[in-house]
């Protein structure tokens, strides 16, 4: 049975990943229009794996007795000034995620919930995953600087990008 205060900052995360679902919905739909395929591919694909993140907690909360709530969602940015700023959004969103994530590490074992902190690793892994992905695109957008003919051959590549992590799994 989880605590009080438990299932509350566990329902507080299940909206910080709905959230960040809508972030990358957004981004995708800017990229989209920006005729960058590969980017607007990727940027839904993320979208939809923070679904999974944000369901992954629900189902948790629920069979752990508690109830599992859908809350309201502040809205996202739906425009971005470059492709470099859109992904330093997306890299500082992540490193906020993660931040939380430890945070509720840090709950599980002030409140000797063990399974959870045990279930908590799963995103602890994860968020390795995504912080080490972020980075390797910056560093990318970086060397491309103005080159439009980089850009493309980006846009491209982007489409195949994923960093293998050695303690993330791939799927929820
Ligand atoms: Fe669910 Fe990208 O953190």
């Known amino acids: 049975m989880l605590s009080e205060r438990m299932q509350s900052v ?21 990229a989209e229009l920006k005729g960058l395929e590969g980017v607007s591919q990727f940027m839904y694909g993320q979208s939809d794996e923070e679904r999974q993140h ?18 309201e969602l502040s809205g996202p940015a739906l425009e971005f000034g470059s492709i470099k700023e859109m992904f330093e959004t997306l890299f500082k969103h992540e490193i906020f995620v993660s931040q939380s994530i430890n945070e509720l590490v840090h ?28 980075r390797t695109i910056l560093d990318k957008i970086n060397l491309i600087g103005d080159d439009k003919g980089g850009l493309y051959l980006f846009d491209n590549d982007i489409k ?3 960093v293998v992590s050695s303690v993330a799994p791939t799927a929820p």
């Open 10 to 30: 566990l329902n507080n995360q299940i909206r910080i990943e709905a959230e960040s679902s809508q972030i990358y919905l957004a981004m995708a739909s800017w």
């Open 107 to 134: 709950i599980s074992l002030e409140e000797k919930d063990y399974a959870t902190h045990n279930f908590l690793q799963w995103y602890v892994a994860e968020q390795i995953e995504e912080e080490a992905q972020a």
């Open 54 to 71: 944000m369901l992954k907690f629900f189902k948790y909360i629920n069979e752990r007795g508690g109830h599992a709530k859908v809350s």
């Open 160 to 162: 195949q990008l994923t």
